[in-house]
């Protein structure tokens, strides 16, 4: 009796924050090291900094999460990423709309492509990593005949590139955390509060008990294709409104970072385990990584390795600490 | 006579579970030596750590009057020791000659695999062992469950061993099979010397083959049995710790009750044909046969796995032309799969979403889940179908075998379900188990559920059905009710 | 006044990996030496904006005492240039310039002048015109298409002599080496054929020589790669387009630290487009070799 | 009876060429398609320009068919590409090394990176998406830092360039093929002709499976990657040969390119299942795409979509042709 109490507060906590803990641990002593390497690490100017990086990377991240553990992952994000900025940008540019209804046009433009993956991988269920490669390609095609290969730039203010991108509330605050903070919340009711996020986890976790249980599968997975895409479309308006440009090759290597940033953060490339706060903590670490590192002053050529190395560091004890978990 | 395998005080624990606590075993040249215990009590450990897949904390072992100590799989086959795992583990894609003679030295010619070899000493050893003719280069996966774990039989009697080891071998065999196989283990024991360990959980099976059984309980021993000392009622109690009372269905008359599902004349290519049935209101209602007879096909198809091409299923006057598992679903009807690893438990979902997951499918996406609700759920359908689970925040890889059969039920019943549909409802499960499904499935039908379920172990259905329908090379024979109902007919029916 | 204050100042390329940054960051450290200035050269390794944005943050976090960088877009680093230099730390464009950004000052010519000027170089080779292959390692980007757009434009103001066609082929040489040789098989009447940057560029150069085309098409690239230095060595390429990066890197770093240093206002340079040909091209070479061109 | 000796008959085409025959006849279809499109598409100069092509992707694809098929894949196999010519250059070019000697430590280098992989992968079991992500990371760093940034150009002449790269046999064959198709005989072998083959299939089917018969799975993943980075070392002599430069960023997204190649030869990411010749058909198919597109005159910036088409069509097919075959 004894025995098993222990057993269940262990347990407990390991539902509520267990996973993630790990995660959490490394994102501080990361910051640890860079404080002590460099003093500019902790300032508020640089938090912000961070946290600027992590919105954009982190809104399709937590996506991809969701998809991951759903047992599939989107290589085409990044071009979806390009297409709704491309998008866009030639309606306000070349066809005169104002930018609020492009954005919009953008936005279901990127939901579409999500559609398209979804439907292209869950009825012909070929595997998601040659699916979305392929879709890659053409829809980075779409995005360099729409544009020409030539960037756009939007030179009219409206206040939607202050909303996206450019506000700063409070003073100080970049208005893009506060889309990142609401899309967390959105992303971590949606996964961890919902009927639907339970069956998210089921059909990563088994699909075909899945199926027996009645859960339709296929829409599942089609859904987390779009939230993935629908994470890709916002984060592009965010990138749009910061920067006032598009280029059609924006965003290229975007997926792998989704992917690594959630990998880092506890979500099994199998399906069936992650969640949206270790891959919340995951991107903020990558961002962590590569900022602390230009403090360092680290030589250019080395600074990927940098972060390659840590991101190897970070899902070897990731690994490690949930094996000895699992298995208890 | 010099032991062959002898096992002392071998402990192991994974984690904070003690799966074996000072485990001794002995085994003899020609000697079959059954192991027992409930689900969970540590037989397949035992069985893994003996062939060198897995390590041990304490203990010691000698094989063949020597200390020994296997480093891996391979080291403990070297010495003579092939082991049949519970797993059935096969390589999918592979041909059934290659999964026969899988391993570190797989039969070559000039570093070449010599398939001609293989192929030709693979029709050998089926026609030996099992005296039937096969093709060696169907890929496996292709293959029954049946036919898998007899290549996976085959292969470990084909390895020239000292000592073989059986862990659950006839989980998904007919009858007759098992009566060749059991015939082949007598003659190799006899003609070449060979001791065998052999785990099941069928009672009968254990005392027609062992010449003693060992039995374990919680990782420990607590009891060894001679020949003569066999009785089921006391290895029954030796396994549970207490005396189990198996109960029959008391056949109730319920050809008045409305009638819950009709088959009319369904068919499905290549697996049965013109198959009608139907059955009443809180009747149990068997399907049998052999493997290979439809059996499997026609009750999942019942759940629309996949729907039958021709005729219609009739649930409670709705007509379904084509049943798919969402209308099914709606339609009250419950399914339990064959295969529970497979297809049943979700292996990184606590017991409480595991239990919860039907409810969870047929509410709306964007209904709030609130995990207590269903650690309520969870926590009533323990007490209610006696599920040892200390947590339902455990994950359900947590549970033994048979608690986890309990959580697949429990998963139905907290829905209420007007008919259930089991395939194989207790492969797998022990003894205790077993018959505490059949207490579960006898209240639900007392209580109005109609149960319709198939199963390979004749005995299990004659003790739990009202009637059974016989199938036979995919066609229905007959069905048996009443007095019709015995061990006789149903042989009969099952293999003219 | 203070004992000498070691200035540090930081060079942002928008892609550290490409090889064409490789002597911008050779002259801007040998300027910090020169001077005794800190130089740190960083950036993202692909071409990324807004990665590039973040680099330039993270050099204001630090409170640097001066930036020098490319802004391969017109508008992307308006704000952030803006933010540079209201904290005090001024901001020099190199080698790719956004005039709207409020920049001091920009050194170097730009891509699309460079285009223009392998325009001209091409109707000086093929008085006649004719049909011309345009070679490029990858679609869409920036700095590519800029010069691209220059070439073309000179090529249609020719009124029509020149027809010509892009092909892009992957930043695998192997791979560029092939498709350019097939797209050369495909229309026989091409008279010439030049890369807009140094993968196409050698690329153009093997298949020169591999089927002996020397003279019979014309063949010109980018930047001052040994490949194509020794194909104008050997005649097999007439020219090559260099835009003197050495020169953007060390004025930059220059201005900055006589801005600092004497409050000297900076002012735009133009660090020229020398195009390479056999005339001088043993020379470049050894500089080529000691990495100040 | 009947019914299953009809079945054995199908199933005994299968495992000699039924698999490939589907790519195969895909690959002459679209010989056919462009050969209509393009007069210049069928000429022997075109037809070993295509296999030149292939034989660079071709040595890396059919290897990582291999590592596929075991259950695993490597997405560093571009950047270990790079390390071999860096090292090799920067051997012969600040270090005196005569080519020979120089060439041979760039492949042990090559090999060692492979080890490492294989090492990290089979010892973690971390998932190898993740774990040869960030070991591109690093591998890249590694090329990018030893030479600095620069590519580095062979001015000598030996007989190494001729033999890995620049001979034409019997007047018009380019070397390169002669590697290829050694390369292809070799593996070929190697993967069907042998034991170690049978356990490579047996362990991407059924890792436990194989582990509980007795294969040390372990080590045959190990040697699955270092045969892969055999091949991109090999792949990368060659193309320094061929162009007499290298440079720290070559390679970059042939991983990718090679996984695909496999896959549309019919091999399939979850393991077990796969062919050489398949994926020899697969390269090939990918290198005519390419090339036929130049031919006809493609607009540059729609080519890689019409690849990521042929990809998803060839993928499908695939799909649907060995799903209709297994599941009768
Ligand atoms: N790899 C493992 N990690 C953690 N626990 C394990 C592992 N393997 C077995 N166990 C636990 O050890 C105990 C004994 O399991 P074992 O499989 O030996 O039982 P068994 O007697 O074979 O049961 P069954 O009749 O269901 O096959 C169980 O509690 C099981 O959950
Ligand atoms: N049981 C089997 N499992 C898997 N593959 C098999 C099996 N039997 C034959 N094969 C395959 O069928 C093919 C023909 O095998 P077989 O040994 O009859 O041919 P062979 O003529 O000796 O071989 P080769 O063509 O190399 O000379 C081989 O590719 C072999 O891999
Ligand atoms: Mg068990
Ligand atoms: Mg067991």
Redesign the pocket.
Known sequence: MNKSATKNQKNKSRIVLGRDIGVLIAAILIAVFFTIASPVFLTAYNFFNLLRQTAQLGIIAMAMTMLIISGEFDLSVGAIYAVTGVVTGILVKNMGFNIWPAALIGFLTALLLGFVNGTLISTTKINSFIGTLSTQMIFRGIAMVLSQGQPISFLQSSIFFDAFGRAELFGNIPVQIFWLLAWTLISFYLLHRTSFGVKVFATGDNRLAADLSGIKTMSIKKTCFMITSAAAGLSSLISLAFLKTVTPTQGSGLELEAIAAGVIGGTSMSGGVGSILGTFIGTFIMAEVRTGLVLMGTDAYVQDAFVGLVIALAVIINVRFSISKD?? | MQSLLSVQNISKH??N?H??RNVSLDISPKEIIGLA????????????IICGA?SYDSGEMSYQGKPYKPHDVSNAESLGISVFH?EIPICPHLSIAANVFLGPMIPSQRGRPDWKLMNNRCIELYRKFLDEDIDPTVPIGECSAAEQQLALLVRVLSRNAKLVIL??PTTALSAPEVERLFDSIRRLKDEQGIGFIF?S?LLDELMELSDEIFV?RD?ENVGHLYKAEFSAKELSRLIAGRSIDERHRIAKDISDAEIALEAKSISLSKSYEDISFSVHKGEVFGIAGLQGSGRSEVISSLFGLPPPDKGSVVIRGNDFGRITISRAIAAGVGYLPEDRKTKGIFPDLNIAKNIGIVSISQSKDLTGYNEEDYIKVANNMATKLSIKISNPRDYI??????NQQKAMLARWLALSPSILVLNEPTR???IAAKAEIAKIIFDMAGAGCTIIMASSEMEELLIMCDRILVMNRGRAKIILEKESLTKENLFFYAMS | AQAQKRYKFVVITHATAVPFFVPVRKGAEDAGKLIGADVVYTGPTGFDIQQQVEFVKSAIAQKVDGIAMTMPDANAFNAVVKEAMSKGIPVIAINADAPESGRLAYIGQGNYEAGRSMGMQIVKLLPNGGDVLLTTHTAGAENLEDRIRGIKDVLDAQGGKFKYRVVATGTDMVRAVSLISSALQANPNIKGMFGVEEVTGSAIAQIIERDRLKGKVMAGGFDLVTDELVAIQKGNMQFTIDQQPYLQGFQGVMELYLLKKFNLTPCDINTGIAPVTAENVNEVMKLAAEGYR
Chains 1, 4 share one sequence.
């Open positions: 298995r208890t | 994974f984690g579970i799966a074996l215990g409930e689900n969970g009590a540590g037989k397949s450990t035992l069985v893994r897995l519970q862990d659950e785990v959980h374990l990782g890889s947590a549970l033994s075998g048979g797998g499960v022990d």
